[in-house]
C-alpha cells in the first residue's frame, strides 16, 4: 500500500462543465503524476510534479491542468470536458529508490 | 507517444504451468519495472529492475533486465488462478528525478483450472 487516494472513484458529467480530480498521499514524496488509461493506448502522462507549485506537461496534456499547493495533493483540473475525456485516471508517485512508481487506484470519468 | 512492445498480447495458460512474456523497445533505458493490473484497480509493482543483466526474483516471478538495456522479460513460474491480470512492462530513462515511464502495451494472462 503506497498510501495513495484517489477522489472521487467514478465520476460523470456533462460536456463542457469543469472537473476537478484529487490525488491524495500519506508518503510525503516530492514527485506526482496524473496519467489516463484508455483501451489501445495504454498509460499514457498527461502532467507531472516536481515539488509543490512545480509541475510539467506530459505527453497528453492538451485540455488538462493542474495544482499542487501541498506536497500531499495534486488535483486534476478538466476545464471543460469533453467526450474525448471518458477514461480512467491514474495518480502516482516516486518510490524511494527514484526510479519506480507506484499507482493509486484510479478514478473512472465518464463524459456524457 | 512511445510505446514499448510487449508480447504476446495474451495468454491462455493452465493452472500450473510457467509463463514468460518479454518487452522490447527501440531505446535504452535505466530501469525496467513490472506491473500487474487487475479490473478496477491501479497498477501494482512487481519487480523493478536498475542495472543491465540484473536478473530479480519475487516469490514466482522472475524479471531480467537485458544486457543491451532495450530488453525484459519476466517469468512466472507454477501458475495460479490468482495470477490472472494484465502485465506491464515499463521503462525509466532517468532516475532520481521526476522522469517519466513510457509503457508497454500489456500482455493479458488468463489461466484455466
Known amino acids: 500500500d503506497a498510501g495513495i487516494t484517489q477522489s472521487p472513484r467514478h465520476k460523470v458529467t456533462e460536456t463542457g462543465t469543469p472537473v476537478t480530480l484529487r490525488c491524495h498521499q500519506t508518503?510525503?514524496?516530492?514527485?506526482m503524476y496524473w496519467y489516463r488509461q484508455d483501451p489501445g493506448h495504454g498509460l499514457r502522462l498527461i502532467h507531472y510534479s516536481y515539488g509543490v507549485k512545480d509541475t510539467d506537461k506530459g505527453e497528453v496534456s492538451d485540455g488538462y491542468s493542474v495544482s499542487r499547493s501541498k506536497t500531499e495533493d495534486f488535483l486534476l483540473t478538466l476545464e471543460s470536458a469533453t467526450s474525448s475525456q471518458t477514461s480512467v485516471y491514474f495518480c502516482?508517485?516516486?518510490?524511494?529508490?527514484?526510479?519506480?512508481?507506484?499507482f493509486g487506484p484510479g478514478t473512472r470519468l465518464t463524459v456524457t | 507517444g512511445q510505446q514499448l512492445n510487449q508480447s504476446p498480447q495474451s495468454m491462455f495458460i493452465q493452472e500450473g504451468e510457467d509463463v514468460s512474456m518479454n518487452c522490447t523497445s527501440s531505446?535504452?533505458?535505466?530501469?525496467w519495472l513490472w506491473y500487474k493490473q487487475e479490473p478496477g484497480e491501479g497498477p501494482v509493482l512487481l519487480i523493478a529492475l536498475y542495472k543491465a543483466g540484473e536478473l530479480t526474483s519475487n516469490g514466482r516471478l522472475t524479471a531480467q533486465f537485458g544486457i543491451t538495456r532495450k530488453d525484459s522479460f519476466l517469468n512466472i513460474s507454477a501458475s495460479i488462478p490468482s495470477d490472472v491480470g494484465i502485465y506491464f512492462c515499463a521503462g525509466q530513462l532517468n532516475t532520481g528525478t521526476a522522469s517519466k515511464l513510457t509503457f508497454g502495451t500489456g500482455t493479458r494472462l488468463q489461466v484455466t483450472l
Open positions: 531505446s535504452i533505458f535505466n530501469t
Open positions: 502516482a508517485i516516486t518510490g524511494l529508490q527514484g526510479g519506480e512508481q507506484y
Open positions: 508518503e510525503n514524496h516530492r514527485y
